[in-house]
């Protein structure tokens, strides 16, 4: 079987991405808005703006093949990604500083598509790892985490997430106990790392000594496998109980409010998965469980709890349910700590 190296998947933004506008040659060493420890970060080090018209797709090259790229060494990106390299826990500082470049990707024009211009990628026959971030992501504000999550949810349906962000009673939906921007970037990139890392360590082969297989905890149909992954793509891999994100996409098409709200909420209430997101393939399974393994860990403003609560029903703590709980989603994250104790 050839394996394909490369694998896409998205984030999120509603936004419209600017035109692309060449920056300013930049030298790696002005980098002064940078705070230690981030300023001198292989990571920071690395950051580059995707040369225009570079699209990953199987079988391409590096994306800057005669070392071109521009530096980025201008705000609000590289004070953003700086903060968000501070925060990170130690084991997600050293996956950052293993990149071979991170891009900030300013050459999506097309409105709401920009949405899915975030991605991971390794190239073919080789071990370099690459991640792009949509400029989108900073168009206007960077969206707090509650607002992210709330539009990766929509993203994801197509239409308007029926959880909203934050919001208070008799309308609460997605409420993180700490709902920050920095924790935002941080996802981003801990989705796209997450990807890197379930391919560069073939997990869906990977059968870890007493703990069996990543996809044997949820997951029935598991032989459709998704190397080039793109935004909420499910490819038929079936989960062993409950809905997945197309269920809740056939439900909406149905029109009938109380069962996408049922069916939303089983998603939740049964303690299996980290989001809606991990429901579409047991690689988005790991990668949000990782992310949510991430973002649990920083060091300043961890997230504690992330309760989400589906219009009619009662609230569930998606982080507790990891933390201590004895379902899927707490034996998927031991399963991550017992069989790579060197990942976040
Ligand atoms: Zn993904």
């Known amino acids: 079987m050839i394996r394909s190296a490369l694998f896409l998947c998205a984030s999120v933004l509603m936004a419209v991405c600017s035109a692309c506008a060449p920056a300013n ?19 920071i080090k690395n950051l580059y703006y995707l040369p225009t ?19 980025v060494n201008e705000d609000p990106y590289l004070s953003s990604l700086c903060l968000a390299y501070n925060a990170a826990p130690s084991k997600f500082k050293a996956q950052l500083d293993g990149l071979k470049a991170t891009y900030i990707d300013k ?7 920009c949405s899915s211009t975030s991605w991971g990628f390794r190239p073919p026959g080789t071990q370099d790892t690459y991640i792009a971030l949509s400029a989108g992501l900073w ?16 993203n994801l349906l197509g239409t308007t997430c029926p959880i909203p962000a934050g919001g208070t009673a008799p309308n609460p939906g997605i409420q993180p106990n700490a709902d920050t921007q920095t924790m935002t970037i941080v996802a981003v990139l801990a989705h796209e790392l997450g990807h890197l890392t379930w391919v560069v360590g073939n997990m869906e082969f990977y059968s870890c000594p007493g703990q069996g297989k990543f996809s044997d905890i949820s997951w029935n149909k598991t032989d459709l496998l998704q190397r080039y992954h793109q935004f909420g793509i499910q490819s038929g891999n079936t ?34 998965w980290a989001s809606l997101f991990a429901t579409v393939d047991m690689d988005e399974d790991f990668v949000e469980t990782y992310k949510l393994r991430v973002l649990t860990t920083l060091t300043s403003n961890p997230l504690k709890a ?27 994250s031991q399963w991550i700590t017992t069989c790579f104790p060197s990942l976040p």
Do not use: W
Request: proline share 7%.
């Open 53 to 71: 018209g570079y699209t990953p797709y199987p079988g391409l090259a590096t994306p800057d093949p005669n070392g071109n790229a521009t530096l």
């Open 25 to 43: 040659k930049a030298d790696r060493f002005d980098r002064v808005v940078c705070n230690s420890p981030a300023s001198g970060s292989m990571f």
């Open 306 to 332: 992330l309760v989400v609560t589906v219009p009619q029903y009662g609230p569930h703590d998606i982080v507790d349910a990891m933390q201590n709980g004895n379902k899927d989603l707490h034996k998927k």
């Open 139 to 154: 168009d206007g504000d960077v969206p707090t985490y509650s607002q992210f999550e709330y539009l990766v949810c929509s």
């Open 107 to 113: 050459t999506c024009t097309a409105g709401a598509r």
């Open 239 to 272: 989960p062993k109980a409950g809905k997945q994100k197309n269920d809740i996409i056939t439900d909406i098409a149905s029109g009938v409010q109380n069962t996408i709200d049922k069916d939303l909420d089983q998603i939740y209430k049964d303690d299996n």
